[in-house]
């Protein structure tokens, strides 16, 4: 075993390096407007140098670089030391690039791709419906091909969209064959927020949080959307949103995260003068061993990545082990904090951001952990992939699709 | 980066498996647990055979982390034997340029381990060696004939442990409490138990993912299940992420990284909770028939228990990392 990464990519860390003290970060006297056309250009340069798009043809606004998970990761640790910004998050860049890349025509790659890479078109995912969670493939959203052929109109409602507030447009799946099998009537559809038929509407969540962050749901009343920006065939959509980034996933900076907020919660039990007590320093390295379990779990599965093979059952279950390291975590960071587990979590109603968080910040914890066990494919779903593509066990026959 | 086994690694573990499957199959396991002895000659020799007593000698190639691969196999079969105590006796033996590692490496003299402050070893009745590791007192060797052994019915029926009295000051001083090499031999002892739990576990979770997959219920097999889809899941969350523990804890003692001691305390901690819970849900998971004697699952049930206990609580080294840690 080794845990470091090789002289060449210690090489290629200096030369990141050197790259950022040059770049990184923007003269102090930036503000507004300014800052952010500073931070376009600082990553329209990385990108050139082949730091950031890397999986993206150069014609289309990547770098276009061969897949190598240990100079990712170096180039993600290397920026995240210097706080320099990496690519533009989100669906755009995880779901409708890659997409696109994939399934997409020629006219979509560059209609879309170089605005979602630099920044200029959100997206919100259109999947889920009131009725239609986990069971993706029974989504009611309709789309009916205008009298001569060339538009789509939709009808129906989607719903806990994502940044949906800032979103400009929409990648969703519309049932178009209303009588074909379930997963065969599906189409896959790109489509302009901004337009009459469209009404977004904010969801106010359990945690109290309004504003621009938060879900919305989205009305659709006869929206329409060119049929040129159809991906993939009429009827395959449930198909094509199956494709996903293959590319330089593998990243130990999960961990990384989960280990600073656990150093935050030893500093919590220092605080609040309870770290001599032999039950909490029992029950902060019993969450340890789970922390570091996904830690080293992370190596394991990055090794793999680097090594180009398949890590087996353990990638599919550190989303699970995050969500329930961090509802461990939650629990006994509201038994540090006592009383003031009475008060309003800090990040609640837009509150955030006003003066200093007290002890309460704790409880942003507390109702993320919840929402963790939700977003990103729900608990119990991450327990049935992980019984069956991890295990081996037959699929519960209402979710197989037979019939 | 380099975060997983090797072709060879994988090689030994799967030599160990095989040869355990042939000199110690669950008939005699059964035999073993119904029977007083404690210790198995059969399997012990077969695996001696293969050449890995010496896998901790300094000039072996080889380091914890083999060692560890092949106690966790070892934890797998429910073996017998004091596999423990004879890979760290080598190792104490062989350092200290004392005694005789290559009668140890054979595996022809057996060495058990005590710990210090404890007055249980395993195998006690079968040992020639009793090998002491106290992290206060340091380590030392000593000869059968100079401790007495008290039988007692035990718990775990795969290795038995046997009450054993030392007096004090008996035997061969081999390192002193300041040597380097008594804190290493005790943490490597703490990832050795580890990983027989990491293997008594896995083998447990994978007995009831094919006890559901092949029992049928309600003309189905029970795996379909959501209800216990999702228990074996939980089992198999518990279980798979911990292994990378116990191959860190033993890459740092292997590579001696300042956080080896600690690394060690939280893989045996947090691997024999592991157990113990991995073998109650296995047990739930069966239903009655996990609940029977002639099934064996109550032998990993045992035998996790006992790791648990050995070499000091979960709670023991949990406190012992948090000081470590400067909490």
């Not at chain 1, 902060?284 to 190596?299: D, T």
Request: hydrophobic share 40%; with cysteine.
């Amino acid at each position: 075993m080794d845990l470091s990464y090789g002289e060449a990519a210690e090489t290629f860390r200096a030369e990141v390096r050197a790259f950022l003290s040059l770049h990184w970060p923007p003269p102090s006297d930036l503000r507004g407007g300014d800052l952010k056309q500073f931070v376009r250009n600082f990553r329209a340069l990385a990108t050139e140098q082949g730091y950031l798009h890397r999986a993206i043809p150069k014609r289309y606004g990547g770098s276009e670089q061969p897949v190598d998970v240990i100079r990712a990761q170096v180039i993600r640790e290397e920026f995240q030391r210097a706080r320099a910004p990496m690519e533009v998050g989100g669906n755009g860049m995880n779901m409708t690039v890659p997409t696109l890349l994939e399934k997409g025509t020629e006219e979509q790659k560059e209609l879309f791709i170089r605005k979602t890479v630099e920044g200029d078109y959100i997206w919100g995912q259109g999947y889920s419906e009131p009725g239609s969670g986990s069971d993706l493939a029974s989504v009611r959203t309709k789309g009916e091909l205008s009298a001569d052929g060339s538009k789509w109109i939709i009808n129906g409602q989607k719903i806990w969209t994502s940044q949906g507030m800032q979103s400009t447009h929409m990648f969703m799946l519309v049932r178009t064959e209303p009588d074909a099998p379930k997963h065969d009537g599906i189409t896959y559809l790109l489509i302009d927020l901004d337009q009459p038929g469209v009404t977004r509407r904010p969801i106010r969540q359990m945690t109290g949080e309004e504003g621009d962050h938060t879900f919305c749901e989205f009305f659709f009343d006869n929206a329409e959307t060119p049929v040129s920006w159809q991906v993939g065939e009429r009827g395959q959509g449930w198909y094509v949103s199956r494709t996903t980034l293959k590319h330089e996933r593998a990243s130990i900076g999960g961990a990384d995260g989960l280990g600073k907020q656990f150093a935050k919660l030893v500093d919590l039990a220092k605080e609040v003068g309870r770290i001599d007590d032999p039950i909490v320093r029992d029950k902060l390295a019993q969450i340890e061993g789970s922390v570091l379990s996904h830690r080293y779990s992370s190596y394991r599965i990055f090794s793999c990545a680097a090594a180009g093979e398949d890590p087996g059952p353990v990638a599919l279950m550190m989303k699970l082990l995050l969500t329930e390291i961090g509802h461990e975590m939650a629990l006994l960071a509201q038994e540090l904090i006592g009383e003031h587990g009475f008060l309003e979590p800090a990040g609640a109603g837009g509150r955030g951001n006003r003066g200093p968080r007290g002890p309460e910040k704790w409880l942003d914890q507390i109702m993320g952990s919840l929402g963790n066990s939700i977003a990103g494919g729900a608990s119990n779903i991450q327990r049935n992939i992980i019984g069956e593509r991890g295990l081996g066990l037959p699929r519960d026959l209402a979710m197989s699709g037979e019939r | 980066m380099h975060f997983h086994l090797t072709e060879e690694q994988a090689a030994i573990q799967d030599a160990v498996r095989g040869t355990l499957a042939d000199s110690w199959p669950m008939e005699r396991v059964h035999a073993f647990a119904d029977g007083d002895a404690d210790f198995d000659r059969t399997s012990w020799y077969a695996l001696m055979a293969l050449g890995l007593g010496g896998m901790l000698a300094p000039d072996s190639g080889m380091g914890l982390l083999d060692a560890a691969l092949v106690c966790e196999v070892a934890g797998e079969a429910a073996a017998a034997g004091p596999l423990i105590g004879q890979l760290l006796a080598v190792a104490a033996v062989a350092a200290s340029g004392r005694g005789d590692a290559e009668a140890l490496i054979s595996g022809k003299t057996i060495a058990t381990l005590i710990h210090g402050g404890s007055d249980y070893a395993p195998s006690a009745r079968a040992a020639d060696l009793f090998l002491i590791v106290d992290r206060a007192k340091g380590v030392r060797l000593v000869a059968a004939a100079d401790v007495t052994i008290e039988a007692v019915k035990a718990a775990d029926r795969t290795r038995p442990m046997s009450k054993v009295s030392i007096a004090d000051g008996t035997g061969e001083a081999l390192f002193a409490a300041t040597d380097q090499m008594t804190g290493r031999l005790a943490d490597a002892a703490l990832v050795l138990v580890a990983a027989d739990a990491l293997g008594g576990a896995q083998k447990v979770t994978d007995m009831s993912v094919a006890y559901a997959k092949e029992r049928e219920q309600f003309g189905q097999p029970i795996g379909r299940f959501q209800g216990l889809k999702h228990q074996l899941a939980h089992m198999a969350l518990d279980v798979e992420p911990a292994r990378a523990l116990v191959w860190y804890a033993a890459y740092a003692w292997d590579a001696q990284l300042p956080d080896a001691p600690r690394a060690a305390a939280m893989a045996k901690a947090h691997l024999c909770d592991v157990y113990v819970r991995a073998t109650r849900a296995a047990v739930a998971a069966h239903g009655g028939i996990g609940y029977t004697w002639e099934y064996g699952l109550n032998y990993w049930f045992r035998r996790a228990m006992a790791d648990r206990a050995w070499l000091g609580s979960p709670a023991e080294h949990r406190a012992r990392a948090a000081t470590l840690a400067g909490w």
